[in-house]
């Protein structure tokens, strides 16, 4: 490792710390995800799911579309993602993007590599696992935030939008909506028992997942897109 490499790691060690001044803002709750918002593409994109438990950064259709980014951009993805009935989901593709996290007073950004799905979701893009500990960002649904240090040491401290939180899991349980895993596979194959995916099948985001429409007109909400600050 070099020595700009060693000094780069040793900024991001820093401790991420919780304390009760991180609850003074918190609405009491019980299901609320970690949803927080980010600037990419020079827009500041709100509903993106911290989901610890996905192993993929998702960007979904329609917010590509809002951003006005280019199918010329995305780059072929080789592998498949299947539902519980055996059907698979639309990849588009994948690409990556400058992606900004702020707190206001203190920034980071990182490229990320986004997987374009063609799926219904009330989220705009959801982070997953690998992004997040490679980020070294650590989520807390008990505090509603999400911490991460900058490369210059400090710790960035990003609030969760508890409205934005309680309207998309909301908008699950009213729809009824079903999951797919994310995999490259179907999930037989991977040794997967198909009454234990069943046995997962819940509203809220949890596990590889990415939301589906099951049956009827799924009213999704309007996506929200504000100009990015400098």
């Avoid at 709750?29 to 020079?42: K, L, M, Q, R």
């Avoid at 997953?128 to 650590?138: K, Q």
Wanted: aromatic share 6%; with cysteine; proline share 4%.
């Amino acid at each position: 490792m070099s020595g700009e490499a060693q000094e780069a790691d040793q900024a991001l060690d820093v401790d991420l710390v919780f304390t009760k001044a991180d609850l003074r803002d918190v609405v009491p709750h019980e299901n609320d995800s970690v949803v927080i918002w980010v600037v990419t593409a020079g827009r500041k994109v709100h509903r993106v799911l911290v989901d610890q438990g996905s192993s993929a950064n998702v960007m979904f259709w329609t917010t590509f579309n809002k951003l006005q980014l280019s199918p010329d951009q995305l780059r072929p993805y080789t592998g498949c993602l299947y539902g519980f009935a055996r059907d698979q989901v639309e990849v588009r593709g994948h690409l990556e993007l400058r992606t900004t996290f702020t707190d206001g007073v203190v920034s980071r950004t990182e490229n990320i590599s986004y997987l374009v799905v063609n799926a219904p979701s009330a989220y705009n893009m959801l982070l997953g696992r690998p992004r997040l500990n490679r980020l070294r960002a650590v989520a807390s649904t008990r505090h509603m935030k999400m911490k991460l240090p900058n490369l210059g040491g400090k710790v960035i401290t990003i609030k969760s939008d508890q409205k934005e939180a309680k309207r998309c899991y909301e908008n699950s349980l009213k729809t009824k909506r079903g999951v797919f895993m994310v995999t490259t596979r179907d999930p037989s194959e991977e040794g997967v028992a198909r009454a234990e995916i069943a046995r997962e099948r819940r509203p809220e985001p949890a596990g590889d997942v990415l939301e589906r429409k099951i049956g009827g007109n799924v009213r999704m909400y309007s996506f929200k897109l504000e100009r990015g600050g400098g």
